[in-house]
């Protein structure tokens, strides 16, 4: 849906280049992996496409426009939706209203319509509800949809918080290392949802520490190592490159 | 009834609704969203000084014995109003300050310090509320009402603060389960989560910052009408733990919950103190009501942490199983 080209993004924290230089394109509708050794600055390009992290330097495009300096609410509002590397939910809410925080921001969700127009979003959240409840299927997560989100395995938040970013309709996906610590049962099963996230059109960026889950999924593949982009392109040639085996896949 | 048991009675009617009030602007800041607003108590007293300065009149008028600000003399319910005004743009001030740049636990300890530093202004601008004399003779809109004996207008007053407390309480109830109250939670469960949904964490808490500065105001209004003075020795920081207190007996983030805990603890310990067998050396009592108020506060985050009316689940409505059951039929293999 959404393309991405990121151009030039530098960060450093004290003395340390984390990103120093990287320049990349998504293509739209592709599913592209970023791999690389830790510390190689993955998860802080994420971070600054989702506006978590404020780069130094460089521009990120979204089909053109500029959204580097966004904060993170308004780069979600353009459709950049992000997960986290430590599976994040909110604990205390169940998992059906952790889906429902998902939506896109509405009006329903302003001061005034919670006290004048009650009747207006009890209509619009009923049909956010059945849509929710839908996908909890989908997700097998039906059974806990009145369960507190905190009280899942590792497994299930990572599904509930795959769910909530279903329910934003993104336009482009950033998935943060999305089965590390999950169960072997369940790998398979978030592997095949993404799978069919990238079939329905949408651009993913996933950003992952497992080299054999990039290989199943993604394509093309960029390779970082610290903090630049040492190769992209397709899986065959990013494993062909002799520095990626020195850096990354030997051992 | 005699008048002084009438009093008596009014007197916890009147400190029940006011404390409720406050415990519920705490409880949509701390308890619902969780901003930790450790200077809660300077906004009551910020209501409290406005209302007695929109109440009083010129300070001259009264030969001069006590210094303030403003000093005009405006109809019931103006003062309230305007005490709620007051509370909401001081609060505003205040979370501009706080709330964008800092992490939460910092956060908590700029507003104590602010709380300090409140108190310690109060005191010693005299100019700006009579210093730590404090205001008195600071009119009861009751009493404005010619025609009745001063009972029935103390009753009056019991029956607006009573209204008061109704009014916030829809309010908060609108707030709390609505679309906007589980974003609120959401900023209170995890911040970056609720951001990266598309949702401003950091306006949500400005907002609540400032509605509940102004329930906490109009609190602090309605009692130094009721008392008819107030004075920077009855705002101490410590006066915010109170506060905490209800909310976390009452139960976070619950409505019902947090007004019986403000019930309990801001009142009720108050009152049992009063009847234990030791003596009646105010200072003595005093500590005591701390001593149990601290207690209470640790039994129940050791013991009880959810409070004693948990917040609820929420539940939603949802098809009725008739509906889901044909549409089994109709798509057998959940395609």
Same mark, same amino acid.
């Given at each position: 849906m959404s393309e991405l080209a990121v151009q030039g993004l530098r960060k450093s924290y004290g003395g340390v280049h984390a990103v120093d230089g990287v320049s990349f394109e998504i293509p739209s509708g592709s599913l592209t992996g970023m791999i690389g050794p830790n510390g190689a600055g993955k998860s802080t390009v994420l971070g600054m496409i989702a506006g978590a992290i404020k780069p130094d330097h460089g521009s990120i495009r979204l089909d053109g426009h500029d959204i580097a300096g966004l904060r993170s609410h308004r780069t979600a509002r353009r459709g950049v939706i992000r997960t986290f590397q430590a599976a994040s939910v909110f604990p205390h809410m169940t998992v059906l209203e952790n889906l429902l925080l998902g939506t896109p921001p509405w009006t329903g969700e302003r001061i005034y319509a919670s006290m004048f127009l009650r009747g207006r979003w009890r209509r619009e959240e009923r049909t956010q509800v059945a849509e929710a409840l839908a996908l909890l299927e989908r997700l097998e997560l039906q059974p806990h949809a009145d369960t507190y989100a905190g009280e899942l395995s590792g497994g299930q938040k990572r599904l509930v918080e795959l769910g909530r970013v279903m329910m934003a #309709?993104?336009?482009?996906?950033? =998935?943060?290392?999305?089965?590390?610590?999950?169960?072997?049962?369940?790998?398979?099963?978030?592997?095949?949802? *993404?799978?069919?996230?990238?079939?329905?059109?949408?651009? $993913?960026?996933?950003?992952?520490?497992?080299?054999?889950?990039?290989? &199943?999924?993604?394509?093309?593949?960029?390779?970082?190592?610290?903090?630049?982009?040492?190769?992209?392109?397709? %899986?065959?040639? $990013?494993?062909?490159?002799?520095?990626?085996?020195?850096?990354?896949?030997?051992? | 009834m005699s008048a002084a048991t009438q009093y008596y009675i009014a007197t916890i009617l009147v400190y029940i609704c006011v404390n409720v009030i406050a415990s519920w602007g705490l409880d949509l800041q701390f308890g619902v969203t969780g901003v930790l607003n450790f200077a809660f108590i300077i906004f009551q007293a910020a209501g409290a000084y406005t209302a007695a300065m929109l109440s009083l009149g010129p300070s001259s008028a009264s030969g001069s014995f006590q210094h303030y600000l403003i000093g005009v003399h405006l109809p019931f319910p103006l003062p309230l109003i305007g005490a709620m005004l007051v509370g @909401?743009?001081?609060?505003?001030?205040?979370?501009? !300050?706080?709330?964008?740049?800092?992490?939460?636990?910092? /956060?908590?300890?700029? %507003?104590?310090? !602010?709380?300090?530093?409140?108190?310690?202004?109060?005191?010693?601008?005299?100019?700006?509320?009579?210093?730590?004399? @404090?205001?008195?003779?600071?009119?009861?809109?009751?009493?404005?009402?010619?025609?009745?004996?001063? /009972?029935?207008?103390?009753?009056?007053?019991?029956?607006?603060?009573?209204?008061?407390?109704?009014?916030?309480?829809?309010? %908060?109830?609108a707030l709390v389960y609505s679309p906007y109250g589980r974003v609120l939670r959401g900023v209170r469960e995890n911040e970056s989560a609720v951001e990266a949904m598309g949702r401003n964490a950091t306006r949500a808490r400005m907002?609540?910052?400032?509605? +509940?500065?102004?329930?906490?105001?109009?609190?602090?209004?309605?009692?130094? /009408?009721?008392?008819?003075?107030?004075?920077?020795?009855?705002?101490?920081?410590?006066?915010?733990?109170?506060?905490?207190?209800?909310?976390?007996?009452?139960?976070?983030?619950?409505?019902?919950?947090?007004? *019986?805990?403000?019930?309990?603890?801001?009142?009720? *310990?108050? /009152?049992?103190?009063?009847? %234990?067998?030791?003596?009646?050396?105010?200072?003595?009592?005093?500590?005591?009501?701390?001593?149990?108020?601290?207690?209470?506060?640790?039994?129940?985050?050791?013991? &009880?942490?959810?409070? =004693?009316?948990?917040?609820? #689940? #929420? #539940?939603?409505?949802?098809?009725?199983?008739?509906?889901?059951? &044909?549409?089994?039929?109709?798509?057998?293999? +959940?395609?």
């Open positions: #309709r993104p336009s482009l996906l950033l =998935l943060d290392e999305p089965v590390a610590g999950v169960s072997r049962t369940l790998v398979p099963v978030i592997e095949e949802i *993404i799978a069919e996230l990238r079939r329905s059109g949408l651009t $993913v960026l996933l950003v992952e520490h497992e080299l054999a889950v990039v290989e &199943r999924l993604c394509s093309p593949v960029i390779v970082l190592a610290q903090g630049r982009v040492l190769v992209q392109g397709e %899986m065959a040639e $990013v494993r062909a490159h002799p520095e990626v085996r020195r850096a990354y896949l030997v051992g | @909401g743009a001081l609060s505003a001030l205040i979370g501009l !300050i706080t709330l964008r740049r800092l992490r939460s636990d910092y /956060q908590a300890m700029v %507003m104590l310090v !602010i709380s300090v530093v409140a108190t310690l202004v109060a005191e010693s601008v005299i100019g700006l509320a009579n210093g730590s004399a @404090g205001l008195s003779l600071i009119p009861n809109p009751a009493q404005a009402l010619s025609g009745f004996t001063r /009972q029935t207008q103390t009753w009056f007053f019991v029956g607006l603060c009573v209204i008061c407390m109704l009014i916030v309480g829809a309010v %908060m109830y907002q609540v910052f400032v509605i +509940g500065g102004a329930m906490a105001a109009l609190s602090g209004a309605l009692l130094a /009408q009721f008392i008819g003075a107030w004075a920077p020795s009855g705002w101490l920081y410590p006066e915010t733990f109170v506060f905490f207190t209800a909310v976390i007996v009452g139960g976070r983030g619950s409505v019902s919950g947090v007004a *019986i805990g403000a019930a309990l603890v801001a009142v009720g *310990i108050q /009152q049992a103190v009063q009847y %234990m067998p030791i003596g009646s050396d105010p200072t003595l009592l005093a500590a005591l009501e701390w001593i149990i108020t601290g207690l209470v506060t640790l039994i129940f985050l050791w013991l &009880r942490p959810q409070g =004693l009316l948990p917040e609820r #689940r #929420r #539940r939603y409505r949802r098809a009725r199983p008739a509906r889901l059951a &044909r549409a089994e039929v109709r798509d057998p293999v +959940g395609t």
